[in-house]
């Protein structure tokens, strides 16, 4: 009996965030790490903006891990929250008269280009403490997830 016919899933890890705005750019330093791994069928990419230019970066994949930062009222720093696109249906609006947030490009992507958008998307939300202050270096809290939070995705693409 011959084998059934696998068709590759494309797949894209996205870094989100400022990497000169300290705990902003945990996404950005997630990304850099897997990088280093060379997984293979895997796409890795950093962005620095949120807007719509996520949705020219996500076409075309078939799941999608984004990884960026996020502050709440209980959260702990280095803490991680694996969130689905359901999760943020709450939050579509515009983030600032300047520019949408990513759930709210993901849902006008959909909209304005169905066909073209990931089947599933995933969100790594890396609890930060620090948001504000420019800084190249992730606070001690969050430096010492990476390791952690790198290895999670992996789990999460094997």
Do not use: C, W
Request: proline content about 6%; cysteine-free.
């Amino acid at each position: 009996m011959a084998e059934p016919l696998r068709i590759p899933v494309k797949v894209l890890v996205l870094g989100v965030g400022n990497p000169i705005l300290s705990d902003d750019g945990i996404g950005i330093h997630v990304a850099r790490e897997l990088k280093k791994r060379k997984m293979p069928g895997v796409d890795v990419e950093e962005l620095a903006a949120s807007g719509l230019e996520l949705l020219d970066v996500v076409r075309g994949y078939d799941k999608v891990i984004i990884i960026d930062a996020i502050q709440t009222t209980k959260g702990k720093p280095g803490e991680l929250h694996i969130l689905e696109e359901k999760d943020f249906e709450k939050s579509i609006h515009g983030s600032s008269p300047h520019g949408i947030n990513i759930a709210t490009a993901l849902a006008l992507g959909r909209k304005l280009v169905p066909n073209e958008m990931p089947k599933e998307v995933v969100f790594f939300a890396v609890e930060a403490e620090d948001l504000v202050n420019v800084s190249e270096r992730l606070t001690p809290k969050v430096a010492k997830a990476l390791p952690r939070i790198v290895e999670r995705v992996e789990k999460e693409l094997a």
